[in-house]
């Protein structure tokens, strides 16, 4: 019989880094708050969450993340205008943000990496198992990453993250995983994990992506996991403890996604993910895709 496991409800979606890569732009406006095409980042991630059925968001946030508060909470004054002017669209447009899930804000304080970030949401969290989405990979609607991992989370037990694989010239950008066959194609049980390591000691080419579906004993073996790369407590170390050692937590397995996913954190996938996404809304795609053809074949 299959073993049955908690459902899980709540999602953390850490939220406190700088954003060093797009200043200016983000000396005052928080990075997870740049516009892919009409919407910021940070609303595709929370519409992820709220697709598969976590409709529980905590954000881990730091100085200077008050506009996400305010995006995901009601603008009255906004509205009322618009409902005065009988703009139905785009008050429906300004209403959806604060209609997604059930958000809650914690502050970070020391930027101390993503295993601390993730240490500051225990609280909330309790003992259930939990998903975390990180801000800069947007996976496309059209495939549900999330809600498979949930799935495998279920069905297993412990921890489950998302792999892709990547170019081994890629590799050192990214947290490694060694990875055992299971029954299911896309899935695999993880044996070890390197933080982001050389090409040549890549224990394969699966990267490490921005999902996670992890038992709360991740938060005893972060208390306990010292500062590694960057001098930043790293939840790759923590998990690669679990993998280890399942009696601690459970297994981690991995599901190996080939689906869509749009980079943001960094300038140039940043700038292919609003091309890619603006091609493909019926709204803008087709005048749009006319003259990106037009300045392609004339400008360049």
């Given at each position: ?8 409800s ?8 700088l954003?060093?890569?797009f200043?200016p732009?983000?000396?005052a ?7 892919v095409v ?7 991630v929370v ?5 598969a059925?976590?409709s529980?968001?905590l954000?881990?946030t730091?100085?200077n993340k008050?506009?996400?508060e305010?995006h995901?909470?009601r603008?009255y004054?906004l ?13 429906s447009k300004v209403?959806?943000s604060?209609?997604l899930a059930?958000?809650h ?9 993503l295993?601390?970030?993730i240490?500051?949401?225990?609280p909330?969290?309790?003992d259930?198992?939990?998903?975390v989405l990180?801000?800069d990979?947007l996976?496309?609607?059209?495939d549900?990453?999330?809600q498979?991992m ?6 297993h ?7 892709m ?11 490694c ?17 390197v933080?982001?390591?050389d ?9 490490i ?17 010292a ?13 690669q ?26 300038r140039g996938?940043?700038?292919r993910?609003i091309v890619?996404l ?15 053809r037009s300045y ?5």
């Amino acid at each position: 019989m299959t073993p049955s496991h908690p459902r899980i409800s709540k999602a953390v979606i850490p939220a406190a880094g700088l954003g060093t890569r797009f200043l200016p732009a983000t000396k005052a406006t928080p990075k997870e708050m740049l516009p892919v095409v009409d919407k910021p980042a940070i609303q595709y991630v929370v519409e992820e969450a709220a697709a598969a059925g976590l409709s529980d968001v905590l954000m881990v946030t730091g100085r200077n993340k008050r506009p996400l508060e305010d995006h995901f909470d009601r603008n009255y004054e906004l509205e009322e205008a618009l409902h005065r002017k009988g703009d139905e669209s785009r008050l429906s447009k300004v209403q959806e943000s604060s209609d997604l899930a059930t958000m809650h804000y914690v502050r970070q304080g020391d930027p101390k990496g993503l295993g601390h970030a993730i240490l500051c949401a225990a609280p909330h969290v309790g003992d259930q198992p939990f998903a975390v989405l990180l801000g800069d990979d947007l996976i496309d609607p059209r495939d549900p990453l999330l809600q498979r991992m949930i799935d495998i989370q279920e069905r297993h037990g412990g921890s489950v993250i998302a792999l892709m694989e990547v170019d081994p010239a890629q590799i050192h950008l990214y947290g490694c995983a060694a990875a055992i066959p299971t029954g299911d194609d896309d899935v695999v049980a993880v044996s070890d994990l390197v933080e982001k390591p050389d090409a040549e000691q890549a224990p394969s080419r699966l990267a490490i992506i921005g999902r996670y579906v992890l038992d709360p004993a991740v938060f005893d073996v972060l208390r306990e996991t010292a500062p590694g790369r960057g001098g930043e407590i790293q939840l790759t170390d923590a998990l690669q403890t679990l993998a280890a050692d399942p009696s601690l937590g459970g297994p981690v397995h991995g599901v190996v996604f080939k689906g869509r996913r749009y980079d943001t954190g960094d300038r140039g996938d940043y700038l292919r993910a609003i091309v890619r996404l603006a091609c493909e809304r019926e709204d803008l795609g087709p005048e749009f895709r006319t003259w990106l053809r037009s300045y392609v074949t004339e400008e360049l």
